[in-house]
């Protein structure tokens, strides 16, 4: 693992609220971490979401706060930095799911206690979620580490570069942007990063592909919550 962010590539990802691909990985130690992953798969059973994998695997908690990960998420967020969660996500051809275009605006706590600029709550899988106030999610960065290589046809990321400076947006802006803006497919190869906003719009389409695409999903914060929230 290696590299820091140029400047350059820290004023186009301030610009656009995503950057890719990012080399934080060999290509061969991400496919060690893809033969790790796919025992846990084998010994679980078919997986396609396995959430907080940095808590049960100790190999992912030590990723997870690799030097070389953090060196590509400081430049962005600052110095202190705070492991958010993450997910382990699997698509494949005939199950893949399509995630339609939203922004990620919540934040997982293990309770619920209201808080002034916190809010609306919901539950998702029996865990509260909150929205924070939008400065909060603007200091906050996903990785998404992949194991596969991706592009169309196996569910890639698609984006709308510059759409995380438009604040919380509502469905009928969202509709508007996506039908009015061309987005980007984020293609990458085993072992790249994709470095964005929770408030960029993004989306995926099913996979047509019999390939996997393995993604580790990572987010960062760059504040402390009220003390309060957990």
Avoid at 49 to 57: E, I, S, T
Avoid at 94 to 101: A, E, F, L
Avoid at 190 to 211: C, F, W, Y
Wanted: aromatic share 6%; glycine share 6%.
């Amino acid at each position: 693992m290696a590299g820091s962010l140029s400047d350059t590539a820290i004023s186009r990802y301030e610009r656009d609220g995503v950057l890719f691909p990012v080399r934080v990985m060999a290509a061969a130690d991400a496919g060690e971490l893809r033969r790790r992953m796919e025992d846990c798969e084998h010994r679980r059973g078919r997986l396609h979401y396995a959430p907080k994998p940095h808590l049960v695997l100790p190999f992912v908690a030590e990723l997870v706060r690799h030097a070389a990960i953090l060196d590509a998420v400081e430049p962005l967020i600052g110095s202190d930095i705070l492991l958010w969660d993450s997910s382990f996500i699997v698509k494949e051809a005939g199950d893949g799911k399509r995630v339609s275009w939203h922004q990620d605006l919540t934040l997982a706590l293990f309770r619920r206690v209201d808080v002034p600029g916190f809010g609306p709550w919901s539950t998702k899988d029996g865990v509260p979620h909150v929205q924070p106030p939008i400065e909060l999610l603007e200091q906050m960065l996903t990785i998404r580490l992949h194991l596969d290589d991706c592009d169309e046809t196996n569910g890639a990321l698609r984006v709308i570069p510059g759409s995380h400076n438009l604040g919380r947006l509502s469905a009928e802006r969202i509709r508007e942007l996506t039908e009015h803006s061309s987005a980007l497919v984020c293609r990458a190869s085993v072992g790249d990063a994709l470095l964005m906003s929770p408030l960029l719009l993004h989306a995926s389409s099913r996979s047509q592909n019999p390939a996997h695409r393995r993604v580790l999903h990572i987010e960062y914060a760059g504040f402390s919550l009220p003390p309060e929230l957990q």
